[in-house]
């Protein structure tokens, strides 16, 4: 499958199955082999303390836009371990994270990803990433 | 504050400040100077594609205990970095992580914590993690 | 191979076949399924402007202890990924790095490590790290 | 200061002074604020088992250009924590390595870095790697 139209509707119906990118209403903005970018919009529910998103919703949007780029070129994956760097605080009214595969390979997918918030027109890095995944062996 | 009832409850109406916290349901189940544990239970919404909790919630219990445990010993502390590596599928009807500061620091806490699923009534290690925390300047 | 004499003559045969390491001089302290023990002395070659151990050696020492441990379990293996957290200066006469396994598996492993220094008799803990590996494929 | 070649001449009198960066005979190819290029030739000292260029070495090259990249626009650095991720065999004559900084900051600085290996004449991103660094306080 080659085609971006294709690789957005099958991302956004597997996305619908994972319950939590439901509760997120995370939106697949783009995607095409071995990069994807997904869309947020912020809701109270999804605050720390101080009204910044949360650091865990960071980790879902960046592990899930890794996960999404790796399917795009080695199938089902698992993420075997994810980093979050914080850079700046989050706060804004929407989010955007694009995440692209470093290498592919049949043994591990070096992935990376940048999270960005749209606060009063402006956007912003807030946030880098990087997953390390698996072909699920099936 | 040295007293452990203390700072349990402390946390938890830290916790109830936060409202993605609340969501979760997180609870404070021990809390001494380095040292916290949170409970939480499963629910539906939590999960990924295939009914696993979603790597990001893991990455917010990871996150959220590790700063837990830094505040007893540092006050105010925003999280700069954490890690979260995926050892075993994370699924259960309740989850328990465990933090603590390794080195706490003027410039900088390092915490370390783990991740433990119960699945019918047997616990395992799922996930270890670890956050760099710095203290919040006033 | 069971027996912790046979592992710990196997990895110091290993070890010198790394020219690195013989340049390091890295001595196999112990190695039971699953941890190894390595340890190595000081020298002026090693340092950083100010004299501790440079990160890089401290990098050399957790994914070589890290890489040792994995091959108990896992036989020949390469790293994917390793992090270095400096908690304190690595400062002395001589260093002790432990790793162990902590999810052996056929498709990756995970493994932590702890760097020790010894300064004027007294030891303590100056990094801590963790390395993720493949099994090498044949 | 802001012209390159001032940078680069008071980092590589800086490099100097570090006796490892003067066994692995690190070069300041170019350095600007917020960006420092370093190169390096491979010698057989610097081998792991297998010919490849050591990972403690890879983890050498990153932490120090980082450190240098921090340097431009913060001063006296020190490294927190650092992660090599090792995408390929480092294999060849020639390394070079590229870091910039994501994030300058008062408590903190972030900054990111690209391993490339000139092997036959063809250059080959080896790995990437990331460290957060602090400021040293005096």
């Avoid at 749209?118 to 390390?132: F, I, M, P």
Wanted: hydrophobic share 40%; net charge neutral.
């Amino acid at each position: 499958m080659n085609n971006t139209d294709e690789w957005q509707g099958k991302l956004q119906n597997i996305s619908r199955l994972a319950q939590f990118n439901t509760w997120l209403d995370l939106e697949v903005v783009s995607a095409t082999e071995g990069e994807v970018t997904l869309g947020m919009r912020w809701k109270k529910e999804m605050g720390q303390y101080n009204g910044f998103l949360h650091a865990g919703i960071q980790g879902a949007l960046i592990d899930t836009a890794c996960g999404f780029a790796a399917a795009t070129l080695s199938g089902n994956v698992l993420a075997s371990q994810f980093t979050v760097r914080c850079l700046r605080p989050a706060v804004g009214q929407s989010f955007r994270v694009v995440a692209r595969v470093l290498k592919p390979g049949r043994q591990q997918i070096f992935t990376t990803a940048e999270l960005y918030a749209t606060d009063g027109g402006e956007e912003k890095l807030v946030a880098t990433g990087d997953t390390l995944l698996v072909p699920v062996q099936t």
